[in-house]
């Protein structure tokens, strides 16, 4: 079982349309990190879109990852603000595209069974929990 402590659903928020953004970061990145940015959307679990001012990424992301993308979006100066999505798991989760929940539901079911939930459980307890197992065990609560 992966440990889940660490995970965040992070958006990245940037003041450019997706169009725009792709003019300014992927035909600037050299052949490394373009051929990570590739990896990043094919194997992710990761969303893109626009909004009214500008568009988004959101990954399911751990600290390591945060940092690189960090450093990425840094090195070619892209100019972005993080909010932290990871409660809308628990409390409003139709507010995450399709797409980025159909990836992590995927992810989640190839990575962890219900026995590990409750294996955490009885570590940890209920409350001390991540919100993903919370979101898994829920959904799977009726399984059997």
Do not use: C
């Not at 070619?76 to 139709?94: C, F, G, K, N, S």
């Amino acid at each position: 079982m992966i440990d889940l402590t660490n995970y965040k659903i992070l958006r990245y928020v940037y003041p450019y349309s997706t169009d725009q953004l792709g003019e300014k970061i992927w035909d600037k990145m050299n052949e490394v990190d373009r051929r990570w940015a590739i990896k990043l959307t094919l194997e992710s679990v990761s969303d893109t879109g626009d909004l009214e001012d500008g568009s988004y990424d959101t990954f399911f992301t751990e600290d390591k990852l945060k940092v690189k993308i960090d450093d990425i979006l840094e090195k070619y100066e892209i100019p972005y603000v993080i909010v932290d999505q990871t409660e809308l798991l628990a409390t409003e989760p139709q507010v995450l595209s399709e797409e980025f929940m159909f990836k992590l539901d995927k992810y989640l079911s190839e990575n962890i069974t219900v026995d590990d939930v409750l294996d955490r459980i009885s570590e940890v307890g209920l409350p001390n929990i991540t919100p993903f197992e919370k979101y898994y065990i829920d959904k799977h609560k009726d399984d059997e």
